[in-house]
Nanobody, 127 residues
């Protein structure tokens, strides 16, 4: 089992950058594929990005491609979401998620594929 704690969310201006962190504990971090989701007010939670457990493979939703970057640091048991050129439509609660995987290349993009979730961190982008 793994516990996830997100941090780094805050109020920023459009065009700013922000880095979110998700610290994992309780299990072998390298065994888990990791993902970020977000939920805007009045909307369903949506997939943002995922990274595989070991080969660095990533996948992004089209709306963040070229602006957001997911990365993981195994020494720190942390996954990061670097967000650049932020837009007001990026305003949401951002959630970190994890799933244990035997595949080095697995990059799940659906909520039901994940077993563990953090509590979320609020990102607000003002225009």
């Amino acid at each position: 089992q793994v516990q996830l704690v997100e941090s780094g969310g805050r109020l920023v201006q459009a065009g700013d950058s922000l880095r979110l962190s998700c610290a994992a504990s309780g299990s072998t971090f390298s065994s888990y594929a990791m993902g970020w989701f977000r939920q805007a007010p009045g909307k369903e939670r949506e997939f943002v990005t995922a990274v595989s457990r070991s080969d660095g493979r990533t996948v992004y939703v089209d709306s963040v491609k070229g602006r957001f970057t997911i990365s993981r640091d195994s020494a720190k048991n942390t996954v990061f979401l670097q967000m650049n050129s932020l837009k007001p439509e990026d305003t949401a609660v951002y959630y970190c998620a994890a799933v244990r995987s035997d595949s080095a290349t697995y990059t799940p993009a659906r909520q039901y594929e994940y077993d563990y979730w953090g509590q979320g961190t609020q990102v607000t982008v003002s225009s």
